[in-house]
């Protein structure tokens, strides 16, 4: 059986990643057009052209010179110039940031093909299936062995974090060893949230102490949560596998009165909270497995939040003071969707399935979602991010794909020469290969797969550290039966 979704026949496990570094909404990573410096550049080079018959260089037709605005108009368009007004803050600040939104942009594109893998060590933990950039130099991740993590990138450390526990003891139902799926920070990096002990309750952690806040772990799902997103700095949704969302406020004030009530009980360190709403998605079929809900995308654009279920919808909410569906939408593949991430820029949504990545934007309907393959054969989409227009998929045969939204192609691999641009000709696409990462040499390794020293890593997630240009990616061998882990820093 593959690994991410233990069941429901899924191999992978979703991620969203927002973006980088920091999960808040993508607004402020749009690309910028360059400023139009066109016009008077036209009119110098014919002054220039007809003043060499009357000995004044740089003069008009006429024979006089232009005034200093045009002077300085046609100079501007130099690298030298646009940093000099940038050290002194000087009136054309606009262009100078258009100027460095495009070389951003540039670098956006370019990247890819200039990382560098370094390998991490994480010992003997099982499959890394979450993970987020707390700072410059940490990552917080989260295993199937129900460990979460903080990883120091340069130095290797790892410092575990205690999980939180819920209210009432653990029952003898609930399943082991479901481990650690979703991590996301607020957008002002004040609060984490992820799962706890019981991988049915929300966990929310106060950053950048990482002490506990409070805990989701009333009323809400009876399963184990895939899947979560900030709506805000204090409002968050929760996807479970049990098929529903649950809205949680996180109201200071509630949850200080909640901690002060309890101390006289037991003195948590923590507040025990119930979920605003809980929504359950439409059941298109009869088996229970389908209705899982594995990936979660916010529009900051549209205040709207985008869901995938293993049965192959797209599902739009309006997260307010309840969560309102606003419409359902039949996915061209249905089978084993399981991350999703959002673009406020493109206004797309991208889904990745099997080996194929469908994009969608809800306000045009059904008939306008796009599709392109996106994996060689046998491999899996795992995990996707949205970074400006491109796409950074991670696969089940440990390797990643860049694909460019605007030119609706993958970045084709420019590492080895010029490649081929005459007529009809496709470059090769630009895939990183991931490393090895350590496997467990155990009697099932021996027993079902031969003892062979040949295997792949899933990558079930990764994020970016865009101030830095780096790249964090993590996961583990697919098949659950194995027990292993990868990670390593793209620079």
């Given at each position: 059986m593959a690994d991410g979704s233990?069941?429901?026949?899924c191999p992978c496990h979703h991620r969203r990643h927002t973006a980088p570094a920091a999960t808040g909404p993508p607004s402020t990573l749009a690309p910028q057009q360059t400023g139009n410096n066109k016009g008077t550049a036209p009119e110098l080079e014919a002054a220039a052209g007809s003043s060499s018959s009357k000995g004044l260089a740089g003069a008009d037709g006429?024979?006089?010179?232009?005034?200093?605005?045009?002077?300085?108009?046609a100079t501007c368009r130099s690298l030298v110039h646009y940093l000099k007004d940038r050290e002194k803050g000087g009136p054309w600040r606009a262009g100078v940031r258009d100027f460095e939104n495009e070389l951003f942009s540039q670098a956006v594109r370019s990247l890819p093909g200039v990382l560098k893998e370094r390998q991490l060590n994480l010992g003997t933990l099982n499959k890394v299936f979450a993970s987020q950039w707390l700072n410059s130099r940490q990552v917080?991740?989260?295993?199937?062995?129900?460990?979460?993590?903080?990883l120091d990138v340069y130095s290797g450390q790892i410092t575990r974090l205690p999980l939180i526990r819920d209210m009432v003891p653990r029952m003898a139902g609930i399943q082991l060893g479901c481990g650690v799926h979703a991590i996301e920070l607020n957008p002002s990096k004040t609060l984490m949230a992820t799962g706890g002990e019981n991988p049915n309750s929300l966990a929310i952690y106060h950053l950048p102490s990482l002490e506990p806040m409070c805990l989701g772990d009333r009323r809400g799902h009876r399963d184990w949560i895939f899947a979560i997103a900030w709506m805000s700095d204090t409002v968050v949704v929760s996807g479970s596998r049990d098929g529903t969302l649950a809205l949680w406020w996180l109201d200071p004030d509630d949850v200080n009165d909640s901690i002060e009530s309890d101390n006289a009980v037991r003195s948590p360190l923590y507040a025990h909270i119930n979920p605003k709403d809980l929504e359950a998605i439409p059941r298109a079929n009869s088996n229970p497995y389908n209705y899982q809900v594995r990936a979660l995308a916010f529009s900051n654009k549209n205040q709207e939040l985008g869901s995938v279920s293993l049965d192959g919808y797209f599902h739009l909410w309006k997260?307010?003071?309840?969560?309102?569906?606003?419409?359902?939408?039949?996915?061209?593949?249905?089978?084993?969707?399981?991350?999703?991430?959002?673009?406020?820029d493109c206004s797309l949504y991208?889904?990745?399935c099997q080996s194929h990545l469908s994009f969608l934007d809800p306000r045009q309907g059904q008939h306008n979602i796009r599709t392109t393959h996106s994996c060689e054969g046998g491999t899996c989409v795992c995990s996707v991010s949205f970074y400006q227009h491109i796409i950074t998929v991670g696969t089940s045969h440990g390797s990643l794909l860049f694909y460019d939204?605007?030119?609706?192609?993958?970045l084709e691999d420019r590492r080895g020469g010029i490649p081929d641009t005459s007529p009809g000709s496709a470059g090769k696409k630009l895939k990183l290969i991931c490393g090895r990462g350590w496997l467990r040499h155990d009697e099932i390794l021996a027993h079902y797969f031969g003892g062979t020293d040949e295997w792949s890593n899933a990558l079930y997630t990764h994020c970016y550290n865009w101030p830095e240009m780096k790249l964090f990616t993590a996961g583990g061998p697919l098949f659950s039966a194995l027990h292993g882990n990868y990670a390593g820093l793209w620079s």
């Open positions: 233990d069941t429901g026949g006429d024979g006089r010179l232009p005034d200093r605005r045009q002077r300085r108009s917080v991740c989260g295993t199937k062995c129900n460990v979460l993590f903080v997260p307010e003071n309840h969560l309102s569906r606003m419409l359902s939408i039949r996915l061209p593949y249905f089978g084993e969707n399981v991350c999703l991430t959002y673009c406020d991208a889904v990745g939204v605007r030119a609706q192609k993958f």
